[in-house]
């Protein structure tokens, strides 16, 4: 995977990408804390793993927020995890999957992440594609913070989600192997390299 699909200006993502919010918490303490850096910073520092994942730590950019395990067979979902030891302030990533067309971030179907969306220390977040007559949002593993998603991920095809802000990440959903009940998944949880796992959503990962 070419690292540079990842080395986007977030000022146009923002501007392309269309909102798709579910359930955001009311319960966020009031603490807004970036832990990745400035968003207005042109550096980059990536790097890719032996699964495919692409991290862009940026200036000073920790990688407390990863992510964590993603869903592409039956349900469709995203879990997010912050691997740091304070709470961070989603607002200002996105998340979404990549074109057909060599997986560069699709900004049309993007997920903004609004302000106040605190995710704590060890806490995970989901985002879950929506059946098409759901009302409120639901996510599985009821997560406090849990949202919809507009794009789909594609267990034939394999894909690429892209959790882009301060601290962009990228990883390759791989094609036709994942069984049901299966998700990719980061093994140890939230700091290991992808593989085959079972599916844990707002849980943490297990083979």
């Given at each position: 995977?070419?690292?540079?699909?990842?080395?986007?200006?977030?000022?146009?993502?923002?501007?392309?990408?269309?909102?798709?919010?579910?359930?955001?918490?009311?319960?966020?303490?009031?603490?807004?804390?970036?832990?990745?850096?400035?968003?207005?910073?042109?550096?980059?520092?990536?790097?890719?793993?032996?699964?495919?994942?692409?991290?862009?730590?940026?200036?000073?950019?920790?990688?407390?927020?990863?992510?964590?395990?993603?869903?592409?067979?039956?349900?469709?979902?995203?879990?997010?995890?912050?691997?740091?030891?304070?709470?961070?302030?989603?607002?200002?990533?996105?998340?979404?999957?990549?074109?057909?067309?060599?997986?560069?971030?699709?900004?049309?179907?993007?997920?903004?992440?609004?302000?106040?969306?605190?995710?704590?220390?060890?806490?995970?977040?989901?985002?879950?594609?929506?059946?098409?007559?759901?009302?409120?949002?639901?996510?599985?593993?009821?997560?406090?913070?849990?949202?919809?998603?507009?794009?789909?991920i594609s267990n034939?095809?394999?894909?690429?989600?892209?959790?882009?802000?301060p601290t962009n990440?990228?990883?390759?959903?791989?094609?036709?192997?994942?069984?049901?009940?299966?998700?990719?998944?980061?093994?140890?949880?939230?700091?290991?390299?992808?593989?085959?796992?079972?599916?844990?959503?707002?849980?943490?990962?297990?083979?």
């Open positions: 995977m070419q690292s540079s699909r990842i080395f986007l200006g977030l000022s146009f993502l923002f501007a392309g990408a269309a909102t798709a919010l579910g359930a955001c918490s009311d319960g966020n303490d009031g603490i807004s804390a970036y832990d990745g850096g400035s968003k207005d910073s042109g550096a980059s520092d990536a790097a890719a793993t032996s699964d495919g994942t692409v991290r862009d730590g940026g200036a000073g950019g920790s990688g407390k927020i990863t992510l964590n395990e993603i869903s592409g067979k039956g349900d469709e979902w995203v879990e997010i995890a912050n691997i740091g030891d304070a709470p961070i302030d989603l607002h200002g990533y996105s998340l979404t999957d990549g074109d057909k067309d060599g997986g560069a971030p699709k900004t049309s179907d993007a997920l903004v992440f609004p302000a106040q969306t605190i995710l704590a220390p060890g806490e995970f977040l989901v985002a879950a594609k929506q059946p098409a007559d759901a009302g409120a949002v639901t996510c599985p593993g009821k997560p406090r913070l849990c949202f919809a998603i507009t794009f789909g034939k095809d394999g894909d690429v989600i892209h959790l882009l802000g990440e990228t990883v390759a959903y791989p094609a036709a192997t994942l069984l049901d009940g299966e998700t990719w998944s980061r093994l140890p949880s939230s700091t290991g390299n992808f593989g085959r796992g079972k599916a844990t959503p707002n849980a943490a990962n297990s083979q």
